[in-house]
């Protein structure tokens, strides 16, 4: 053998270990599913750069993988025909950190340590490579990368600081192609390697792989033999005398590899004939979440435009990003022909607003090497994008519906920002958004109310939806522009969050009502009394212009006006000007 080269993990590594090895020893088993998860990773990279070259496959063109134990010795073995690594990305791979499952895993730990949630909860975890030390006391990686002429293995064992990386020169031991990982299981743990075991996992763990996982199994055939008559109970009562052939059932047995897995993707099955269960468990699967979707919805589409797709809406917002603008996600799995393009054309298939939404989408009518450029220009991805945004909009009304308020409430708490942000972004959708939105109201502090709910509870001369801006419910509550509109017992809407009063304003109106501002000059509340206000500005008009004197520059006027009834006065906004809050959002952006 060459000589093995000693590498040091990164320090993040071996806390790492330490950490899956101590929260997840009630949960061994999980170690199957993420190595499966890497093998079935490494043939999506070979599978999809053999689009543009086939000669990638020329080695061993089978994409599968292949798990054969060895229960005598405690050893199982894993072969995936990927995409392999060269000795650099061993290196960068396994003894290092850089990867998002990974990171995932540490945050959820930490998470549910705080809540005091249990530790299966952990285990749903993509925890990653490291989690073979849950059984084995010995890892060897050998792989072989279509980049490489050489083939090297990892090798590492359990509680240990270093591994070594040697070549490969038993040519017995090359591989064509991709990577075998032979686990070297722990005496206690030897179970695993049993291939009924084994059998029970891969079934388990690996329902939406959608590669061939064999696995080595006995197998059983009975057949007939014939054999001769034993010929002392031959003659009997003065039968022929010749020997007469009898048959006899014989049992062989041998061990060949068997498909374990069911390999067509979930969405290519009938809708119909998958249950929430199964969408639930493909979402967790494919994004590496713990928490199920609050909706999911599985469509196809022929016509003009032929894809299929499943669609969820998550049941809560990514951590730590309050910049919903900017944050790139990787939400949107994007197929061709059952062939993993990218995970990174979201923002061509959804507008950014609606980047929370996860899914596949597979389409036969893109090309196989479709680029960035290619989605932006082309007819059939807008129309995919058209079916795709209202199937979102339908996922989201059909929470808004559930019979469980908290769903929607929960919706709300976590992507409301996003819906808000599409009345601004997307005027062609305003009427899908609209009905969506909720707010605080006057009549209604505690539970929000949808714009449906406030048309509803209109007054029957009521012609518009009223609404204030402020930074809380408290400070809209008392703010003096309510006084005469609460006496009317008109309800008005409670714009609390910084960007409710921009999203409102770009709709302007809902079901032809429109939106006004009560903290506007100029508000009509349908009761002008030109009589009154007449002698009212003759009685005041000279301490309007003695305050507006005083006040200068101060105020763009001082008018009589019929807007309060027990405060003395209030500012108000110009008809064209900024809303206070507006004022102080903009005040606030400059410090
Ligand atoms: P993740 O799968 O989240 O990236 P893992 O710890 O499971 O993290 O794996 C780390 C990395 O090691 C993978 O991203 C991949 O680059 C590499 N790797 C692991 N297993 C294989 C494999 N069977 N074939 C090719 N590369 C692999
Ligand atoms: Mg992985």
Redesign the pocket.
């Known amino acids: 053998d060459a000589p093995a080269e000693k590498y040091e993990y990164q320090a993040e590594v071996s806390r790492l270990m330490d950490l899956i090895v101590n929260s997840l020893y009630s949960n061994k088993e999980v170690f199957l599913r ?2 499966i ?3 079935s ?2 043939l999506d ?1 070979l599978r999809f750069l053999s689009v543009t070259d086939s000669g990638l496959l020329k080695d061993a063109v089978d994409l599968d993988i292949r798990i054969h134990t060895d229960k005598d010795d405690g050893i199982i073995t ?1 072969i ?1 025909t ?4 060269t000795r650099q ?1 061993l290196i ?3 003894g290092t ?6 990171a995932k895993f540490l945050k959820a730990l930490k998470d549910s340590k705080e809540a005091g949630a249990d530790n299966n909860l952990i285990g749903q975890f ?6 073979a030390f849950l059984v084995s006391d010995k890892v060897a ?1 050998a ?1 072989k ?1 279509p980049k490489s002429d050489k083939q090297y293995v990892w090798e590492g064992e359990a509680n240990a600081s270093t591994y070594t990386v040697r070549e490969e020169t038993d040519p017995e031991k090359l591989l064509p192609r ?2 075998r ?1 032979t686990l070297y299981l722990k005496r206690d743990d030897k179970g695993f390697a049993h291939p009924e075991k084994i059998q029970k996992l891969v079934k388990n763990y690996s329902q939406f792989v959608s590669f061939p996982i064999y696995t080595w199994q006995e197998k059983a055939f009975t057949k007939e033999v014939e054999v001769d008559e034993d010929p002392t109970e031959a003659k009997k009562d003065g039968e022929d005398d010749k020997p007469q052939k009898k048959t006899k059932k014989v049992v062989e047995r041998y061990w060949d590899w068997e498909l374990t897995n069911e390999t067509q993707p979930l969405w290519l099955r009938n809708p119909k004939e998958v249950n929430t269960d199964e969408y639930n468990e493909f979402y967790k699967k494919t994004f ?1 979440e713990y928490l199920e979707p609050l909706a999911s919805s599985h469509f196809t589409t022929e016509g003009e435009v032929e894809f299929r797709s499943v669609l969820y809406v998550p049941s809560i917002a990514p951590q730590g990003r309050d910049d919903i603008i900017n944050f790139k996600t990787k939400n949107i799995r994007l197929y061709v022909k059952r062939v993993f393009i990218s995970d990174d054309f979201d923002g061509e298939l959804f507008p950014r607003y609606l980047s929370f939404i996860k899914g596949v989408v597979d389409s036969n009518d893109l090309p196989l090497n479709v680029s960035r450029e290619i989605l932006q220009e082309s007819r059939i991805v807008r129309i995919m994008r058209k079916r795709l945004v209202r199937k979102a909009f339908d996922m989201i009304l059909g929470i808004s519906m559930s019979e469980n308020r908290e769903d929607y409430e929960r919706f709300w708490e976590n992507f409301g920002k996003h819906l808000k942000l599409g009345c601004i972004e997307d005027r062609e959708n305003h009427k899908r958004i609209a009905p969506l939105l909720r707010f605080f109201s006057s009549q209604s502090e505690e539970e929000m109310i949808s714009l449906d709910e406030y048309v509803e509870n209109m007054k029957p001369d009521q012609k518009d939806i009223y609404y204030i801006a402020a930074d809380s419910v408290a400070s809209a509550k008392n703010t003096p522009f309510l006084e005469r509109i609460l006496e009317k017992d008109l309800e008005v809407l409670f714009l609390v969050d910084p960007i409710d009063e921009v999203a409102i304003q770009n709709l302007k109106s809902y079901k032809d009502k429109n939106f006004v501002d009560i903290s506007k000059e100029d508000l009509d509340l349908g009761d002008k009394n030109e009589e009154k206000e007449k002698e009212l500005k003759q009685e005041f008009g000279q301490t309007c212009d003695w305050i507006k004197k005083h006040l200068g520059d101060k105020v763009a006027s001082v008018q009589i006006s019929n807007r309060v009834s027990t405060s003395p006065c209030v500012l108000v906004s110009g008809k064209f000007g900024w809303s206070a809050n507006m004022e102080r959002l903009m005040k606030a952006q400059h410090t």
């Open positions: 993420e190595l998860s890497n093998a990773d490494a990279k894993i995936d990927g995409i392999g690594m990305e960068d791979c396994l950190i850089a990867q998002s499952g990974t993509g925890v990653g490579f490291y989690s990686v792989t990368s991709g990577t990982i590496n």
